[in-house]
């Protein structure tokens, strides 16, 4: 999985021709991605403000707004992808356009296939 991270200074420091260059590279690789049969899921995740935290403790949960608050980065967005080994998924992240601005963090997702659900 490539989660990408972001931060509002980072952000809000963008103009918008450097908005739309990301947009369009996440279009792109996203393309050559599903080109390639790699991409399994994609998505942009919604502004940090919309975000509930959930902790229980003592058998009792508590939610809070938002992420950390002392985070200063979050969650973004992710490109969940079928890479042949850990060494093609960081070559996918370092193309993500974010990678530039904040970080991309990659990251195995567990086999949980002999689990029953």
């Not at 970080?103 to 997702?109: H, L």
Request: aromatic fraction near 6%.
């Amino acid at each position: 999985m490539l989660l990408i991270y972001s931060n509002a200074e980072s952000w809000e420091g963008l103009s918008a021709e450097q908005r739309e260059g990301l947009t369009q590279a996440h279009e792109s690789i996203a393309r050559e991605l599903t080109e390639q049969g790699l991409l399994v899921s994609a998505a942009g995740l919604a502004d940090p403000i919309t975000t509930r935290t959930v902790r229980v403790v003592d058998e009792i949960a508590t939610t809070t707004d938002g992420p950390y608050a002392e985070a200063k980065e979050h969650l973004a967005g992710f490109y969940l992808v079928e890479c042949d080994d850990i060494d093609q998924a960081i070559g996918y992240a370092a193309r993500m356009p974010d990678a530039e601005y904040v970080a991309v963090e990659v990251r195995p997702v567990m086999d949980m296939s002999g689990l029953e659900m």
